[in-house]
């Protein structure tokens, strides 16, 4: 039985003084979704658990410390889907809710499965997810930088997460605030199954962060999925994802992957991304802020 989880942080750049804080988040993630698969729980919940944790973390771009759009406020998208059933849930442009990934995973079992704004916090609301006031979830250093307009080096970015159950589903899940600064009612990939996240019991699963209008021409997540076909490593078909997203689109972004082996591959062509995990091969959580190239590994 092979259990296995990756989540990111995002495709950003990440100073030193934030790559702690960055390490930290990601180890507690991995390890609240790692707790929920070594339970006996599901893929999809090991996802929620580990983005649950992400979302509440100010050091990332989803729920509390997400960036601000035009107006000043903050509009969550979340996605959830599982490889097992094709099922899937989605919500874009939600604000007030300080979990989006758990509003997502309850309208995975509904019709329709993508909501926006208004119609997605009612059923937020009507479904027992925690709400919050929408300034709630606003914090200091945000709104500093959206009044100050500040060239800030290192954003938060948004947060996702893959994992695989003792049942050898597989799963994927994306948070995120956004884009700094983007029109209200902007919706980039994370919410749209294809671009942000996808799972295939089949093949793998995988979740996206980057520029949302490079990453949905390009279909990144199913494309990085389908990569995995004839047995390709996990880290291959990311690499080779995120080069095909080079060639045709202008961008950052990055992407976690993992097979239905329990085989792990992550990519980005952004200077840094944050990315941790842990599979039954590990006694404990690996974290990163770089993806190292082949020639630094020598
Ligand atoms: N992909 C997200 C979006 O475009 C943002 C990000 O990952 O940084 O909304």
Same mark, same amino acid.
């Given at each position: ?16 003084n934030?790559?702690?804080?960055n390490?930290?988040g990601c ?16 893929a999809a919940?090991a996802v929620? &658990?580990?983005?649950?944790?992400l979302? &509440?973390?100010?050091?990332?771009n ?12 903050v ?9 097992d ?7 874009a442009?939600v604000?007030g809710?300080?979990h989006?990934i758990s ?5 995975m ?5 993508l909501l ?10 009507d479904n027992?997810?925690e ?9 200091g250093e945000?709104r ?6 500040q ?8 947060v996702?997460?893959? +994992? ?7 799963a994927a899940?994306?948070?995120t ?6 029109l ?12 942000g996240l996808? &799972? ?5 699963a ?10 949905i ?5 199913k494309?990085?999925?389908d990569?995995l076909?004839g047995?390709?490593?996990p ?5 080779m +994802?995120?080069?095909i ?11 976690i992957?993992?097979? !239905?082996q329990?085989?792990?591959?992550w990519?980005h062509?952004?200077?840094d991304?944050?990315? !941790? ?11 990163f ?10």
């Amino acid at each position: 039985m092979t259990l296995a989880i990756v989540v990111h942080g995002g495709a950003k750049t990440i100073t030193d003084n934030k790559v702690e804080a960055n390490n930290a988040g990601c180890k507690a993630a991995v390890e609240a979704g790692w707790a929920v698969l070594t339970s006996g729980g599901t893929a999809a919940e090991a996802v929620e &658990a580990a983005i649950r944790v992400l979302e &509440a973390d100010r050091t990332f771009n989803a729920s509390l410390g997400a960036v601000l759009n035009d107006d000043g406020e903050v509009e969550l998208d979340a996605a959830i889907m599982e490889g097992d059933s094709f099922g899937w849930g989605s919500v874009a442009a939600v604000q007030g809710v300080r979990h989006p990934i758990s509003v997502a995973r309850k309208i995975m079992d509904t019709k329709p499965m993508l909501l926006v704004a208004r119609s997605a916090e009612r059923f937020a609301a009507d479904n027992g997810v925690e709400m919050c006031a929408k300034e709630d979830l606003i914090t200091g250093e945000q709104r500093k930088e959206w009044e100050e307009e500040q060239e800030v080096i290192d954003r938060p970015n948004t947060v996702g997460c893959v +994992a695989l159950d003792a049942n050898g589903t597989l799963a994927a899940g994306t948070s995120t605030g956004g884009t700094t600064n983007q029109l209200a009612g902007r919706v980039g990939d994370t919410a749209l199954v294809g671009s942000g996240l996808y &799972a295939d019991n089949k093949l793998g699963a995988c979740s996206t962060t980057g520029d949302g209008e490079s990453i949905i021409p390009v279909v990144l997540a199913k494309t990085a999925i389908d990569l995995l076909d004839g047995d390709r490593h996990p880290d291959e078909a990311a690499q080779m +994802a995120i080069e095909i997203l080079k060639s045709k689109v202008e961008g950052e972004a990055g992407c976690i992957l993992l097979d !239905g082996q329990g085989r792990v591959g992550w990519a980005h062509n952004s200077s840094d991304m944050a990315c !941790g995990y842990m599979t039954t091969s590990q006694d404990k959580p690996a974290v990163f802020t770089k993806k190292k190239t082949l020639a630094e590994k020598i």
